[in-house]
């Protein structure tokens, strides 16, 4: 299994990124998608999660009304829209799935099992 991202960069606070996930080597829209990050000096975070079917959603308090995941099975890629960045944001995203087909979400990191390179996103202040 293939996890690569992209979209990431350095914006303004206040501005918006959509950072792209392509998932490959399997039926990608069998699986659960989720996007973490890594700021500098801290420990991975959940940010976001879209179950299999694409109809369940789940986001970090931090992020919640501000960002917005979603997937394209026919692409096999699963987005992050980021609204109203603050510097807080400031980290390596990475995109992560599941081993186990279907299950509906999965909003701790120690649940996924591969993950990509990471992206880097910037928020100035």
């Known amino acids: 299994v293939q996890v690569v991202e992209s979209g990431g960069g350095l914006v303004q606070a206040g501005g918006s990124l959509r950072l792209s996930c392509a998932a490959s080597?399997?039926?990608?829209?069998?699986?659960?998608m989720g996007w973490v990050r890594q700021a500098p000096g801290k420990d991975r975070e959940f940010v976001a999660a879209?179950?299999?079917?694409?109809?369940?959603?789940y986001y970090a308090d931090s992020v919640k009304g501000r960002f917005t995941i979603s997937r394209d099975n026919a692409k096999n890629t699963v987005y992050l829209q980021m609204n109203s960045l603050k510097p807080e944001d400031t980290a390596v995203y990475y995109c992560?799935?599941?081993?186990?087909?279907?299950?509906?979400?999965?909003?701790?990191?120690?649940?996924?099992?591969?993950w990509g390179q990471g992206t880097q996103v910037t928020v100035s202040s």
């Open positions: 879209i179950g299999w079917s694409g109809n369940t959603t």
């Open positions: 080597g399997r039926t990608f829209r069998r699986y659960a």
């Open positions: 992560a799935t599941d081993r186990v087909s279907r299950r509906a979400l999965l909003v701790a990191v120690r649940e996924y099992d591969y």
